[in-house]
């Protein structure tokens, strides 16, 4: 029996769910502009010493309506790859708004560069490589602070097991390069992980601004994301005026140190979109495994759209939403189930125990029939764009956005064919 409360769905009435699955089948990812506009508001607010540009991570969720929405809204933009700056000024975005920070760089950097397309160098070999080509051009460093944080060691992007952003105490090589190729190091950046806690998030900033010291020429500091986000109804979300007002102090007390006036970059992904999106399932089917089993629940989603329970053991709010209004009636009865995913893999789950994708944990859930809904809440981040996506040979779904003050259900990106699935085999 599990003890957490029944969860509830955040930003659909149950009649709106049943609408949009009517309206576009299930699975189908719904997003909530409303939301999505607050979250921005707050990270435009960050608190701030001397001036802030705040970043959408983009991987969190590509879309390039949701691109445009931020766009709007004033915020600029993180990219992990080539393909996602690609994908960003495909949607329109101006390439001076976006800022590469990536394992691997695209073959056609030169060209996103003469665009204008900040770069974080990220290894030792990524500086040198801009060093070579673009001698005395400005350029931003990612480094590893030595310290890590995040939700669990998969999320964890800091310290000495991960391997992004070049090792600080390398910091006298990296100078070293700088000099060889005249660059100008304009921004130090560092991120150390998502679902950070605020106190490790607080302590990477004072030793990031430590690092300035020794680039001169830098006039931001960018801070990362990483921001945790209470999904579950008993978990928290950060705060971001508590945990940013510390470091506006670090930032006045640099300054009066040493008369520069830095600049703060942020650029969270998960915090602005987590909490925006879901996703619209159908129950198709009930099975019990004995008297010391257990009751699952079958849906016709799971790691095909929402892979991070499987791979973390993260925990989504889940809720029956009855096929039908007079249904809706019947009240009291719950159940205790697994709710299983419908790809053939038996960690296709998505009722772990929390942190642990092996550890099954009924989650007491109103009480359902085969044809109810099942909505997973806190799927914006980290889902459409994280997925195991045609496993099975299951069509990516669709997404919808739910948009203005009519809250009306908009198409943004079409349910996947068959014949797309296929569309670049070769059959010899
Ligand atoms: C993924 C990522 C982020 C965003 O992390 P969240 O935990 O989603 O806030 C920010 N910066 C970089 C460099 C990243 O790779």
Redesign the pocket.
Known sequence: MSTQAIETTRFLSHDAVRTIAHQFGTPVYVYDEARLTQAAQEVLHFPNAFGLTARY?M??LPNGNILRLFDRLGLHF?A?SGFEVERAMQAGIAAHKIAL?AQELPQNFPTLHAAGVALNACSLAQLRYFGERFPGQELGI?FNPGLGSGGTNR?N?GGPAASFGIWHEDRATVQAIVRKHALKVIRIHT?I???SDPEVWQHVAGMSIGLLEHFPDAHTLNL????KVGRMSHETSTDLQEVGQPVVQTFVAFGEATGRRIQLEV?????LVANAGCVITTIHDRTRTGKDGYDFLKIDSGMTEVLRPSMYGAQHPLVVVPATEAAEQEQGLTLDAIVAGHCCESGDILTPSAGDPEALEPRTLRDAAIGDYLVIEGTG??CSGMSSKNYNSFPEAPEVLYRGPEQEPVLIRKRQTLDQIVQNEVLV
């Open positions: 991570a991987k969190a993180d992990s920070t990612r999320t992007v991120h992980g998502s679902g990362g994301g990483g921001y650029e969270p992904g998960t915090y981040a980290y």
